[in-house]
């Protein structure tokens, strides 16, 4: 086959989550969007969609508490507030995750504490972990990175071995599952986000969920300025924003919770599917799953090693643009510590606060203590993934795969 000629298989369009084709929105969205305009109260402090949205939610995990808010980030903010972390603790998170993730711990004034990856998950393990722990540590906050669970168990018992918090970023992991338990349960505070290209969407917008009385009055106060709402001496407690989720946005969340299962469900039949089809290649790693854990594919990922497939991902990605099929290399550009937020430490005028409270060692940045994250971010291969893929979009994707890794493997 001639390099460039375009391939034999035929024309396709992949659905977007950025757009109806990838999304499930329908009528029940519409539905309590038109009971809310019609009520004419758009705010949560008066309304009852997004308590009903947020109460839902907590059942469908079996959580005792979740409150809505404004974005996933803010819901990362409220943990971390939550948690209550003195200026210069110490709260270790990952090198590969969302910004949104990170930037909320140096509002709190604590310091970003970045542990490494594994080179395959991409997620931060027990050992990871354990290996940055210091007397400043105050909290540990995990990403389940794509909707693979971190190994959450063994966190947990880390965590609380060192009583530390355990904060879990999932994102990118609706009714993710490890252990048997809904990820976002285990530890004192899980957050997920409802932006545009999660699972479900409301646009914007974003859930914590816990099991603690103290800590969720903290989460639910912090999203509110800290006004203590129904107390019988109310006054604004503390260090606190205003975070709320509006009624609209609580309406298609609301509504978006009724097609979450089918999300998750469609998401990991079509993942199964491509795993299936992919079996076996030379070079190229599937997603790797623990035995204990269910993965709800918020994007579907390989590794692909540039020992053995000539140019590495960014050849097999520019291969499969022929076929239609979109990937990404990489997935972030860079680990997060590199970002110039960090790098320069650019934070409030030129102070560099909270840095200049930070041991040398919480800052050290240096690759050589970061090899799985340089690994992972040069052999990875990012396919998009939405609900709305079906067989024919999966055929077309493993057929391209498997014809360009005949044409790139070396030897
Ligand atoms: C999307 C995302 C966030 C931030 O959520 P927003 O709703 O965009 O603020 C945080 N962490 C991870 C892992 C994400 O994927």
């Avoid at 404004?70 to 590969?96: F, R």
């Avoid at 099991?211 to 009055?217: G, K």
């Avoid at 560099?352 to 990875?380: I, S």
Wanted: proline share 5%.
């Amino acid at each position: 086959m001639n390099e460039m000629s375009p391939v034999t298989v035929e024309e396709i369009t992949f659905p977007s989550d950025q757009d109806s084709s990838g999304r499930t929105f329908g009528q029940e969205e519409i539905d309590l969007l038109t009971k809310v305009i019609q009520s004419g109260t758009l705010t949560a402090t008066k309304g009852t969609m997004v308590k009903d949205f947020a109460d839902t939610f907590a059942k469908m995990v079996g959580a005792k508490y979740a409150y809505a808010c404004a974005s996933g980030t803010a819901a990362l903010h409220a943990a971390i507030a939550a948690v209550d972390p003195k200026p210069g603790d110490e709260i270790i998170t990952t090198s590969i995750t969302d910004m949104g993730a990170i930037t909320p711990i140096l509002y709190q004034g604590a310091i970003p504490v970045f542990a490494d990856v594994d080179p395959v998950t991409m997620n931060v393990t027990p050992e990871t972990i354990a290996k940055v722990i210091s007397p400043k540590t105050k909290a540990i906050m995990v990403t389940h990175l794509f909707g693979n669970p971190a190994e959450l168990a063994k966190i947990k018992a880390l965590a609380d071995k060192h009583k530390l918090a355990l904060i879990e970023d999932c994102a990118q992991a609706f009714m993710a599952k490890e252990n048997g338990r809904f990820v976002g349960t285990v530890g004192d505070v899980g957050c997920f986000s409802l932006q545009q290209g999660k699972h479900i969407t409301a646009g914007e917008g974003g859930i914590v969920v816990t099991n603690d009385e103290n800590v969720a009055r903290r989460l639910r106060l912090f999203i509110d300025k800290a006004w203590g709402y129904g107390d019988p001496k109310p006054d604004h407690y503390f260090l606190a924003i205003n975070y709320r989720m509006t009624e609209l946005a609580g309406a298609v969340g609301l509504a978006q919770l009724g097609k979450l299962q089918f999300s998750v469900d469609q998401r990991r039949k079509m993942a199964d599917r491509l795993s299936s089809q992919l079996e076996g290649l030379e070079g190229i790693t599937l997603p790797v799953v623990a035995d204990d854990a269910e993965h709800t594919y918020w994007r579907y990922c390989i590794m692909v090693d540039p020992t053995k497939i000539e140019g590495g991902p960014v050849a097999l990605a520019g291969k499969l643009k022929a076929y239609n099929v979109a990937s990404g290399p990489r997935y972030i550009q860079k680990p997060a510590f590199e970002c110039q937020v960090l790098r320069d430490q650019v934070t409030f005028g030129d102070s560099k606060w909270p840095f200049t409270l930070a041991r040398p060692e919480a800052v050290d940045y240096a690759p050589a203590n970061f090899p799985g994250t340089y690994k992972a971010l040069n052999e990875v291969l990012v396919l998009p993934w939405n609900e709305r893929y079906v067989e024919k979009h999966i055929d077309h994707i493993a057929g391209a795969i498997r014809a360009q890794h005949k044409t790139l493997l070396k030897g």
